[in-house]
């Protein structure tokens, strides 16, 4: 396990600069596949986004969340997804293009939905404030998005679930980072 600071990666992500984050990602790959990694997985939904980057470039092979959740989405027989995630994530191609290559459709909360919830995973959640009106905020939100014919909605995001569990969520989750762990499980002891 290598990951560097959230901050190093942020100072990237908000100025859209996906080589800077594709060189923090082949840093960690380089540092685990000396360590005897054979092959490597990345939690952060976010900076997926420089994944086209580096794969081909990577000294180990990597499990790719989105693709984890799409395969799980098709196990489940799902057909349309709601996507949240912070607002890089929602506003990215890495669910769309995923999902779309699966098979699947896709929908993400409107403009001021995805930056209202960006807001709470970066001034709320990463700070470890759990406050009831947030949990409410994405309860509405996945209600929109089923109301838009979504009969699933991935939780994109590590903080996510934190708040929004299956018991409370209108509509069934993909957890994406239990889904990515579960996979990385299933590879590992394949070998």
């Known amino acids: 396990m290598h990951t560097h600071p959230l901050a190093e990666y942020m100072k990237f992500v908000n100025t859209n600069d996906w080589t800077g984050v594709a060189q923090l990602m082949l840093s960690s790959a380089e540092k685990l596949a000396r360590g005897g990694a054979d092959f490597l997985i990345c939690p952060d939904n976010t900076i997926h986004q420089a994944f ?10 990597w499990l790719h969340i989105a693709r984890e959740v799409a ?20 506003e990215s191609r890495v669910y ?21 919830i960006d807001h709470i995973i ?6 470890a404030q759990f406050l009831p009106r947030s949990q409410a ?3 509405g939100v996945i209600r929109s998005l089923q109301n838009e014919g979504c009969d699933s909605v991935v939780l994109g995001c590590t903080e996510i679930p934190l708040i929004v569990t299956a018991e409370s969520s209108p509509l069934p989750t993909l957890d994406s980072t239990r889904l990515l762990a579960r996979a990385a499980l299933r590879k590992a002891v394949e070998r």
């Open 137 to 139: 905020y994405f309860t």
């Open 71 to 90: 395969c799980e989405a098709q196990r489940r027989h799902h057909k349309r997804i709601g996507v949240l995630g912070t607002r890089s994530l929602m």
């Open 122 to 127: 970066f001034d709320e959640l990463v700070n």
């Open 52 to 61: 086209d980057l580096i794969e081909h470039r990577s000294p180990r092979p």
């Open 96 to 116: 769309p293009d995923t999902l779309k290559t699966a098979g699947l459709d896709y929908r993400i909360p409107n403009a001021e939905q995805r930056e209202k």
